[in-house]
């Protein structure tokens, strides 16, 4: 017996603020009213840089180098370029469609850029970045890298030519994504043709939010959500249905929830107060590596 997944509250997208001067970011949590670092958990922060059209720069725009512990940091590109590198070693581009899912964990640096043709000539650019927690047991493991590009995604062809679920992380019907997670999480990208209606299944017990980076749904018959809108979905069933009214994309995050008490200042989310001034301590005295600017 299936029961519906009730929508909480549509959320419009927040006044936009800079993040370095290359991410140009509605922050929908933390800090909107509805949702802290419990409400979405294992997801504890979604940066969304809706479509801008950035002008040509031989320079280019973007985040330098910082500091994480504690979780893991996951940038879907819509739009544009990003080059990426970080102080393990790891270094790679993403394009339109792609992923770059870094695992933060015990301490990485970092820093991101707009890729320099990308810069050099300028252009639409529409991004995520989201960050996903991790149980205690693994925040200070070692640092990980994943490198998902738009064909290693799970593909589900939605019947009638209705469009496509890509499969980031977890599985829809008998799809799999390629992501590693420490906890139970699904991402999708739901690419929906105009007139398509679906149903399909999450947890009851995970939280639930879908962005819709294009376009415009109907969920649960009787709730809009348009464009750079975030619907937030009560656990309260595991039913839901989309009905798009023109072409649409939606990014579906659902995942169960990690109950542990979080602490978090800055770039450092933790358990205990004492873990974050531990983690201020090892990046003070250089424990994180090195990383050029
Ligand atoms: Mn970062």
Redesign the pocket.
């Given at each position: 017996m299936t029961k519906t997944k009730n929508v909480q509250k549509v959320i419009a997208p927040p006044a936009t603020h800079m993040v370095g001067d290359g991410f140009r970011v509605h922050n929908f949590f933390p800090g909107t009213e509805e949702i802290d670092m419990v409400r979405m958990s294992p997801f504890i922060l979604l940066d969304y840089n809706s479509l801008v059209e950035w002008p040509a720069r031989e320079t280019p725009r973007g985040?330098g180098v910082?500091p994480?512990r504690g979780f893991e940091?996951v940038s879907i590109a819509y739009k544009g370029s990003v080059a990426h590198h970080d102080s393990a070693g790891n270094s790679g581009v993403i394009n339109e469609g792609d992923v770059l899912w870094m695992t933060a964990a015990s301490g990485i640096l970092?820093k991101?850029y707009h890729e320099k043709e990308f810069s050099r000539k300028g252009g639409a650019f529409q991004m995520v970045q989201l960050w996903v927690n991790l149980p205690s047991d693994v925040k200070m493991s070692a640092p990980k890298y994943q490198a998902i590009t738009n064909e290693l995604m799970g593909k589900y062809e939605i019947p009638s030519d209705g469009g496509t679920i890509q499969v980031l992380a977890g599985s829809f019907m008998e799809v799999k994504g390629p992501a590693n997670t420490f906890t139970p999480i699904n991402i999708y990208n739901i690419e929906l043709k105009k007139g398509t209606a679906i149903t399909f299944n999450l947890d009851e017990h995970h939280n639930t939010g879908f962005l819709v980076i294009g376009g415009s749904v109907i969920v649960n018959k009787d709730n809009k959500v348009a464009t750079n809108h975030f619907a937030l979905f009560k656990n309260d069933g595991d039913e839901i249905n989309l009905n798009a009214e023109e072409d649409s994309l939606i990014l579906v995050l659902s995942g169960e929830p990690i109950n542990e008490p979080v602490a978090s200042y800055g770039?450092f989310v933790m358990n205990t107060r004492e873990e974050i001034m531990q983690a201020y301590e090892d990046f003070n005295s250089g424990k994180f590596g090195y990383l050029a600017d």
């Amino acid at each position: 017996m299936t029961k519906t997944k009730n929508v909480q509250k549509v959320i419009a997208p927040p006044a936009t603020h800079m993040v370095g001067d290359g991410f140009r970011v509605h922050n929908f949590f933390p800090g909107t009213e509805e949702i802290d670092m419990v409400r979405m958990s294992p997801f504890i922060l979604l940066d969304y840089n809706s479509l801008v059209e950035w002008p040509a720069r031989e320079t280019p725009r973007g985040v330098g180098v910082h500091p994480h512990r504690g979780f893991e940091t996951v940038s879907i590109a819509y739009k544009g370029s990003v080059a990426h590198h970080d102080s393990a070693g790891n270094s790679g581009v993403i394009n339109e469609g792609d992923v770059l899912w870094m695992t933060a964990a015990s301490g990485i640096l970092h820093k991101e850029y707009h890729e320099k043709e990308f810069s050099r000539k300028g252009g639409a650019f529409q991004m995520v970045q989201l960050w996903v927690n991790l149980p205690s047991d693994v925040k200070m493991s070692a640092p990980k890298y994943q490198a998902i590009t738009n064909e290693l995604m799970g593909k589900y062809e939605i019947p009638s030519d209705g469009g496509t679920i890509q499969v980031l992380a977890g599985s829809f019907m008998e799809v799999k994504g390629p992501a590693n997670t420490f906890t139970p999480i699904n991402i999708y990208n739901i690419e929906l043709k105009k007139g398509t209606a679906i149903t399909f299944n999450l947890d009851e017990h995970h939280n639930t939010g879908f962005l819709v980076i294009g376009g415009s749904v109907i969920v649960n018959k009787d709730n809009k959500v348009a464009t750079n809108h975030f619907a937030l979905f009560k656990n309260d069933g595991d039913e839901i249905n989309l009905n798009a009214e023109e072409d649409s994309l939606i990014l579906v995050l659902s995942g169960e929830p990690i109950n542990e008490p979080v602490a978090s200042y800055g770039p450092f989310v933790m358990n205990t107060r004492e873990e974050i001034m531990q983690a201020y301590e090892d990046f003070n005295s250089g424990k994180f590596g090195y990383l050029a600017d």
